[in-house]
């Protein structure tokens, strides 16, 4: 049985850091692409930042670009990401994803992945 189990998530002030770490239990972790999404209290799910398995490419939602960063290591078969400037509206339940169809405009899509963490939360007081 395939388990993603996320952790690092906390209360953190505005312009704090977190590192969230995913785990996950995939035989072929280096071939799934690796991604981060989050949902907002009423909000829907949406994309944050991914990993593709293939050539090692990195893919981030706009209203996180320069203040996120994703990375991976593949023999301890964690994926990572760095939130620094952490701000309000960042608070969230973060989800970690894993795939083997997401690639180039399709990692956004949250169903072309095949796994799924239980969600770390991340709450951003002002």
């Known amino acids: 049985q395939v388990q993603l189990v996320e952790s690092g998530g906390g209360l953190v002030q505005t312009g704090g850091s977190l590192r969230l770490s995913c785990a996950a239990s995939l035989r072929t972790f280096s071939y799934y692409t690796m991604g981060w999404f989050r949902q907002a209290p009423g909000k829907e799910r949406e994309f944050v930042a991914a990993?593709?398995?293939?050539?090692?490419?990195?893919y981030y939602a706009d209203s996180v670009k320069g203040r996120f960063t994703i990375s991976r290591d593949n023999p301890k078969k964690t994926v990572y990401l760095q939130i620094d400037s952490l701000k309000p509206e960042d608070t969230a339940v973060y989800y970690c994803a894993a795939g083997r169809r997401p690639y180039g405009d399709t990692v956004v899509v949250g169903t072309e992945y095949d796994y799924w963490g239980q969600g770390t939360q991340v709450t951003v007081s002002s």
């Open positions: 990993f593709s398995w293939s050539g090692g490419s990195t």
